[in-house]
């Protein structure tokens, strides 16, 4: 029978390029936004967060932008890896922890 | 690192049967939560619980559906009469006083 299911939006990039990966979040309320990184088969692993009074905050080779005014996150990963090929989601807070995912973007790097 | 852990990592069973998933979120924890991943789609909010009660749970989760912390490490889910749209990865999460939850690698549950 025929599958259904989400397709992913899949950015494809270059080793060490950098990947910019785009949210759009539902919610004005909410007050706490994380991203993650889900590999094929794995849980969705933690990768960084922001709350709703900062528009910008780093990690290690990753950056979240917040803008609220538009309700979008992005998220900035520099000098791309092979590791980090996986699907990325972003998550919002609505409220008592109950977190909202996206529908997640594919990131292929290609060595 | 302490991690989330869950057990099994696969269960096939019958419609109609009941399921027990099993979680053993980070020692420290105080919050825990259970959401699914149905094919191909996205993460789904299932419930929380602290305190030793539920503190919020989806549409998702009906009647057929329990949680417990029968101890002071395990957090278990259970589907009292699985139905075939029960397929799904279950993910267990855990949080500490912060709000970031830290997810478990999955049981893949498979109903025939």
């Known amino acids: 029978g025929e599958s259904v299911g989400l397709h992913l939006p899949t950015l494809s990039v270059q080793e060490g390029d950098n990947s910019i990966i785009n949210c759009a979040y539902s919610?004005?309320?909410?007050?706490?936004f994380i991203w993650y990184k889900q590999e094929s088969g794995k849980g969705p692993q933690f990768i960084i967060d922001?709350?709703?009074?900062?528009d910008k905050r780093q990690g290690q080779r990753v950056t979240v932008l917040l803008n609220k005014t538009v309700k979008h996150l992005s998220l900035q990963i520099a000098a791309t890896q092979p590791g980090d090929s996986a699907v990325y989601f972003c998550a919002e807070n609505l409220g008592n922890n109950r977190l909202a995912f996206g529908k997640g973007n594919q990131v292929v790097v290609i060595p | 690192e302490p991690e989330v852990t869950q057990t099994p990592s696969h269960q096939v069973t019958q419609m109609g049967q009941e399921v027990i998933l099993r979680c053993v979120p980070i020692s420290n924890h105080l919050y825990f939560y259970w959401y699914r991943q149905i094919l191909g789609q996205k993460v789904e909010f299932l419930v929380s619980f602290y305190n030793n009660e539920i503190s919020e749970k989806s549409e998702i989760f009906d009647d057929q559906f329990s949680v417990e912390r029968p101890d002071g490490s395990n957090f278990t889910l259970k589907i009292r009469s699985t139905k075939l749209e029960d397929s799904a990865m279950y993910f267990c999460?855990?949080?500490?006083?912060?709000?970031?939850?830290?997810f478990g690698p999955g049981t893949r549950l498979l109903v025939l």
């Open positions: 922001i709350r709703s009074n900062m």
């Open positions: 999460a855990s949080g500490g006083v912060q709000e970031t939850q830290y």
């Open positions: 919610n004005s309320a909410s007050d706490y």
